[in-house]
């Protein structure tokens, strides 16, 4: 059996003559946590969509388990555990955290013997006791979605996810738009997935939030792949450096020194 769950070969993407992913080797072992790193316009969301069967590959490999794939759609993704959360989440805001939870999985039971109708009681026990496993505490499985923070938006996405029994964890710049005690409960939710064996790809521009929880790093620009780094063999300066252009960085901040603004 392969030592990766998920492998991506000399991957490349283009939609008309622009090529959005070119060359991409990315390789995700079982049980760590992968660094997606990239600012804005590096191919990352294009990279994310191949990986849940939203796009095909028109060079390359994509393997799950040592066998390739090539997903039709998201849900043939998620059948082979490959679970992505978007940054809008997929969640109903004017829907109960027991609903959304369960949203097309829910528990039921017959009234009159016949008629099946969602176990209501049923749904919210089981979310509560899932959410607390993962150290998230709801006053109320009844309480409306819209009435929680960002951050428990976020890790109630996340729960659910691995809840159905998700064996990779995409997670889609799950700190963007978070506070700092906010984004701290997202990688604790991160850590906690990983101590359950679970992989996780864990997307971002922010290398303050991926060097604490990451085991291996790759890095995108303009659609290829910088380079795949483990922990053990590069800082944090280091990989902010790469992120910045490294010497080109250092030239364009050379040839500003004393320009008045």
Not at 24 to 49: Q, Y
Not at 169 to 196: C, H, M
Not at 205 to 232: C, E, I, M, Q
């Amino acid at each position: 059996m392969t030592d990766f769950i998920l492998q991506l070969e000399n991957v490349s993407k283009f939609f008309g003559p622009v090529i959005s992913l070119n060359g991409v080797t990315m390789r995700l072992a079982r049980g760590e946590v992968h660094c997606l790193l990239g600012d804005n316009g590096a191919g990352k969301s294009t990279l994310i969509k191949t990986l849940a069967g939203v796009h095909r590959p028109d060079k390359g490999e994509y393997l799950v388990e040592g066998e390739p794939v090539r997903f039709k759609s998201p849900r043939e993704a998620l059948d082979r555990g490959i679970a992505t959360v978007y940054q809008d989440l997929a969640l109903v805001p004017l829907m109960s955290v027991a609903r959304n939870f369960y949203m097309g999985r829910e528990p039921t039971r017959k009234v009159f013997g016949v008629l099946p109708v969602m176990d209501h009681w049923a749904a919210g026990e089981a979310a509560c006791a899932r959410l607390a496993e993962m150290g998230i505490r709801v006053r109320d499985a009844d309480q409306m979605v819209g009435t929680m923070s960002g951050g428990e938006k976020q890790c109630l996405a996340i729960a659910r996810a691995i809840h159905f029994g998700a064996k990779v964890l995409i997670l889609d710049e799950p700190t963007a738009a978070l506070g700092v005690k906010q984004s701290v409960n997202v990688l604790k939710l991160i850590n906690k997935a990983r101590e359950r064996g679970i992989s996780v790809i864990f997307i971002t521009h922010n290398v303050n939030h991926a060097y604490p929880v990451g085991d291996s790093f790759t890095l995108l620009n303009r659609g290829k792949s910088l380079g795949t780094f483990a922990k053990k063999d590069i800082g944090k300066d280091e990989v902010l450096d790469m992120m910045a252009g490294g010497a080109e960085m250092q030239k364009l901040m050379g040839e500003l020194e004393g320009v008045t603004i």
